[in-house]
């Protein structure tokens, strides 16, 4: 007879999106194995992810050496692995570990066929209902919640005094971020957007966004904080939470705004929210997006520069499009 499950990991190594959205299915593997103990191997950049959710019983941290962490894992003696990632790294762990595996389908090769070649047609669900398929493999069934994301009382408590301290009323959270050019809007196209819309501004991203975001702050003619790359990542979500609506790319803190239960406007280029990345389950989600380019998605992550020269896919989603759209939905 087959041991009973009662020590499980989970395996998602990398990044900020990705990880967030798999606490559907952290959360109903705990209510599916309320005793069970349940792991979760991520990227040592990405602990603080995780480090806060109360269905965790133990983070595991790849720092780069796959075979220190196979021995690491191996003393544990799992009974179950749930790989949420599928890259070679997590075949190698399933394949040490010699224990009974559950895999989502990533879906690689549909969206790559279609994305390059337009042949067949894209997966259509959700990259969480993806997830969910490793759940039915053993037994258990996705709850009908949306994503989580836990954050400390202290990072809160800061967030609260920064906010307190540099706007007199709850500011509009801009995301620049985005890991692919393709996938971010003119900064001449914000500048003029946040200043018809004449709110408070908090800017929000990573080191990339840094030029960006200056030259933004510079020209605003609204109450602003550019928090651009000051702040960790917990603390800026945090500040997130703090804001009256969040427009943002397709990028990992638009998966965890709506975690948090923010009003999201996402404005869309090279990527389509057809690929299984779009706000799962939010609060209230406006995507914007320019649907008559057939050229429209030519990639499941983006690109560096448009493939076609044109980059109408965000040229042609003007200021006064998504002004309306926000206009019309706050």
């Known amino acids: 007879m087959a041991r009973p499950i009662q020590k499980i990991l989970l395996i998602r190594l990398s990044s900020i999106g990705d990880i967030v959205l798999c606490s559907?299915?952290?959360?109903?593997l705990r209510t599916c194995f309320p005793n069970a103990e349940i792991h979760f191997l991520t990227k040592k950049a990405f602990a603080s992810l995780l480090q806060h959710d109360p269905a965790?019983?133990?983070?595991?941290?790849f720092a780069g050496d796959l075979s220190a962490t196979i021995r690491d894992l191996r003393k544990e003696n799992f009974d179950q692995v749930l790989d949420l990632h599928r890259s070679i790294r997590s075949r190698r762990i399933k394949l040490a570990l010699r224990i009974p595996t559950a895999s989502y389908q990533k879906d690689r090769w549909s969206i790559l066929l279609y994305t390059k070649y337009r042949i067949g047609k894209l997966p259509?669900?959700?990259?969480?209902?993806?997830?969910?398929?490793?759940?039915?493999?053993?037994?258990?069934?996705l709850d009908s919640k949306g994503l989580d994301f836990f954050l400390p009382d202290e990072a809160r408590q800061l967030a609260k005094q920064n906010?307190?301290?540099?706007?007199?009323?709850?500011?509009?959270?801009?995301v620049l971020g985005g890991n692919f050019q393709t996938k971010r809007w003119p900064?001449?196209?914000?500048?003029?957007?946040?200043?018809?819309?004449?709110k408070p501004?908090?800017?929000?991203?990573?080191?990339?966004?840094?030029?960006?975001?200056?030259?933004?702050?510079?020209?605003?003619?609204?109450?602003?904080?550019?928090?651009?790359?000051q702040y960790?990542?917990?603390?800026?979500?945090?500040m997130l939470e703090r804001a009256e609506f969040v427009i943002t790319h397709d990028t990992g803190l638009m998966h965890i705004a709506t975690a948090l239960g923010q009003t999201i406007f996402s404005i869309w280029g090279s990527t389509v929210p057809e690929i299984g990345f779009s706000p799962y389950k939010a609060k209230k989600s406006i995507i914007i997006e320019n649907k008559e380019l057939s050229c429209r998605p030519c990639s499941k992550l983006g690109h560096a520069k448009c493939p076609k020269g044109h980059f109408k896919c965000m040229m042609d989603i003007k200021p006064t499009q998504v002004l309306e759209a926000i206009r019309t939905n706050t």
């Open 24 to 28: 559907p299915v952290v959360r109903s």
């Open 56 to 61: 965790i019983d133990k983070l595991h941290l």
């Open 124 to 141: 259509g669900n959700h990259t969480v209902d993806r997830y969910a398929a490793a759940l039915d493999k053993i037994g258990c069934q």
């Open 163 to 174: 906010i307190a301290q540099h706007f007199s009323d709850a500011p509009v959270a801009v």
């Open 187 to 198: 900064k001449e196209y914000f500048l003029e957007l946040l200043n018809e819309l004449k």
């Open 201 to 229: 501004v908090l800017l929000l991203g990573g080191k990339a966004e840094i030029d960006d975001a200056k030259w933004i702050d510079e020209r605003l003619e609204v109450q602003s904080l550019n928090a651009v790359a």
């Open 232 to 238: 960790d990542l917990l603390l800026s979500s945090a």
